[in-house]
């Protein structure tokens, strides 16, 4: 079975803190995407990451893909409270890679209180 | 392009009762996936179409759970003889390469 494990759950932070979010497996994916979901919505697509080692920044946000593609992190720098809500990372098994069929983490709950 | 869109929003059925759900996909997007999303858990895959062709289901959709994509362009999954155990957010999503867009999901309550 492959997995993809997400730390941490759950994350309450002050407003203009840092904060990293990491998505491990002992697989290897062809790329992995991150997620942010609001609650009673769908998740809505963040960034792809593709090869590894690779570094991706979305303004406040980098996300970066591990050198062996079985690892991914997401860092917020100077969290505001619109960054409130659940991200997710998905992989892309290699097997799976003609199906598209994603491989999602638990999810991290992150709360940032002004 | 309208993105993702699904009907119902919400559903609230009792057990025993079929309901169905309806996935509007962003248009020219070949490719329609299907996954579940229980509360604090990531989506879970349950099916996923080409076109019209339906390639792959999980091992998580029981018999009472089928879905069609007749055209190649909408999709339907209906639930027969519901359970409290399905009570989850459906949620549908469509690519045409690499990146998939979600809708908006349903959320489905079996009382």
């Known amino acids: 079975t492959q997995l993809l494990e997400q730390s941490p759950q759950f994350l309450s932070i002050q407003e203009g803190e840092n904060l990293t979010v990491y998505c491990n497996s002992s697989?290897?994916?062809?790329?992995l995407q991150w997620y942010r979901q609001e609650p009673g919505e769908g998740p809505v697509l963040l960034v792809t990451?593709?090869?590894?080692?690779e570094v991706k920044k979305l303004k406040r946000l980098t996300f970066q893909f591990g050198d062996a593609r079985k690892d991914s992190s997401l860092h917020i720098t100077a969290a505001q409270p619109g960054d409130t809500g659940l991200y997710l990372c998905a992989g892309l098994p290699i097997s799976s890679s003609n199906t598209g069929k994603l491989i999602f983490g638990q999810g991290t709950t992150l709360q940032v209180k002004p | 392009d309208t993105g993702v869109s699904q009907d119902p929003r919400h559903k609230i059925t009792k057990r025993g009762q079929n309901v169905t759900f309806r996935c509007d996909p962003i248009s020219e997007h070949n490719r329609l996936y299907w996954y579940r999303q229980t509360l604090g858990q990531g989506p879970e895959f349950l099916t996923y179409?080409?076109?019209?062709?339906?390639?792959?289901k999980s091992r998580l959709l029981s018999d009472r759970f089928s879905a069609e994509r007749p055209k190649g362009s909408f999709s339907t999954l209906e639930i027969q003889r519901t359970e409290q155990g399905d009570s989850a957010m459906y949620l549908c999503a469509s690519t045409r390469g690499l990146e998939q867009y979600f809708g908006p999901g349903t959320r489905l309550t079996v009382t």
């Open positions: 179409f080409q076109n019209e062709a339906q390639l792959e």
């Open positions: 990451v593709v090869t590894g080692g």
């Open positions: 697989s290897v994916f062809s790329s």
